[in-house]
């Protein structure tokens, strides 16, 4: 059966030494608790190798936030699904929205990414969701089938096996709006039956699917107890230990 997963994104927060603490916190804070979910924290590239130092990678998951569409060579400034699962990370997220949006990332160009982030053996967290406009003029369900269409319908049962989704949608980044936890149902059942008529139900059946926008830990509960939501992909509660584990222990 499918996981219960809490990940975490940090985005472009913390510096190392504050990054390493907080990866300390949420570490201790899980010796403490019987966690019915993975746990993860996806943090900055700078950060990976010193955090993967200090965390018990039993207990909590490492992953990166993005990786190149590119194995190697000359492409300054970007770092590879090999350099990413060089550090001891396990997990990447793709396709955020903030990566779609203020990035340029396509679906052919994730196709690459998602391709080498397998061929590493990281997994990918692939991030997928509607904006504001799409929610309000009712396409909501046909554009977050098309994203899932066109970035990861060429995967192998095998491979497609191997992912996590997302569904974020954009409305409720960081903006404090969350999803009803009814909203979110709709979307992931869409979602799983998307996958079920390419792969087949057992594939729809075992794929995790999280949610991501203002999940914190007065949401979190209403939201996990949905029957398709197998957890939550957190930004800003997740930048404090307390919290991230009042989500954690959602479950
Ligand atoms: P948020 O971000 O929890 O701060 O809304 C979620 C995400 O973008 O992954």
């Given at each position: 059966?499918?996981?219960?997963?809490?990940?975490?994104?940090?985005?472009?927060?913390?510096?190392?030494?504050?990054?390493?603490?907080?990866?300390?916190?949420?570490?201790?804070?899980?010796?403490?608790?019987?966690?019915?979910?993975?746990?993860?924290?996806?943090?900055?590239?700078?950060?990976?190798?010193?955090?993967?130092?200090?965390?018990?990678?039993?207990?909590?998951?490492?992953?990166?936030?993005?990786?190149?569409?590119?194995?190697?060579?000359?492409?300054?400034?970007?770092?590879?699904?090999?350099?990413?699962?060089?550090?001891?990370?396990?997990?990447?997220?793709?396709?955020?929205?903030?990566?779609?949006?203020?990035?340029?990332?396509?679906?052919?160009?994730?196709?690459?990414?998602?391709?080498?982030?397998?061929?590493?053996?990281?997994?990918?967290?692939?991030?997928?969701?509607?904006?504001?406009?799409?929610?309000?003029?009712?396409?909501?369900?046909?554009?977050?089938?098309?994203?899932?269409?066109?970035?990861?319908?060429?995967?192998?049962?095998e491979?497609f096996s191997k992912?996590?989704?997302?569904?974020?949608?954009?409305?409720?980044?960081?903006?404090?709006?969350?999803?009803?936890?009814?909203?979110?149902?709709?979307?992931?059942?869409?979602?799983?039956?998307?996958?079920?008529?390419?792969?087949?139900?057992?594939v729809?059946?075992n794929?995790?699917?999280?949610?991501?926008?203002?999940?914190?830990?007065?949401?979190?509960?209403?939201?996990?107890?949905?029957?398709?939501?197998?957890?939550?992909?957190?930004?800003?509660?997740?930048?404090?230990?307390?919290?991230?584990?009042?989500?954690?222990?959602?479950?």
């Amino acid at each position: 059966m499918r996981k219960n997963v809490v990940a975490g994104n940090w985005k472009m927060n913390t510096t190392l030494q504050e990054g390493v603490k907080l990866a300390e916190d949420v570490n201790e804070a899980l010796k403490n608790v019987d966690a019915k979910c993975d746990v993860v924290i996806c943090v900055p590239f700078t950060h990976l190798a010193s955090v993967n130092a200090v965390i018990d990678p039993a207990k909590l998951g490492l992953g990166a936030e993005n990786c190149a569409d590119h194995v190697k060579g000359a492409y300054t400034g970007e770092i590879s699904a090999p350099m990413v699962a060089s550090t001891g990370a396990t997990y990447v997220i793709l396709g955020h929205s903030e990566r779609r949006q203020y990035y340029g990332e396509t679906s052919e160009t994730l196709k690459e990414k998602v391709n080498l982030a397998l061929a590493n053996n990281l997994t990918p967290i692939f991030c997928i969701g509607e904006v504001l406009e799409q929610r309000e003029n009712g396409s909501y369900l046909e554009v977050v089938k098309s994203q899932i269409e066109e970035a990861l319908f060429e995967l192998s049962a095998e491979d497609f096996s191997k992912l996590i989704l997302a569904y974020e949608p954009v409305w409720a980044i960081g903006t404090g709006k969350t999803a009803t936890d009814d909203q979110a149902q709709e979307m992931h059942a869409f979602i799983r039956g998307v996958i079920a008529d390419k792969y087949g139900k057992e594939v729809a059946d075992n794929t995790s699917i999280l949610y991501g926008g203002s999940c914190k830990p007065s949401n979190a509960k209403a939201l996990f107890a949905k029957p398709d939501v197998d957890g939550g992909l957190i930004g800003g509660a997740a930048l404090e230990a307390e919290s991230f584990m009042g989500i954690v222990t959602a479950f």
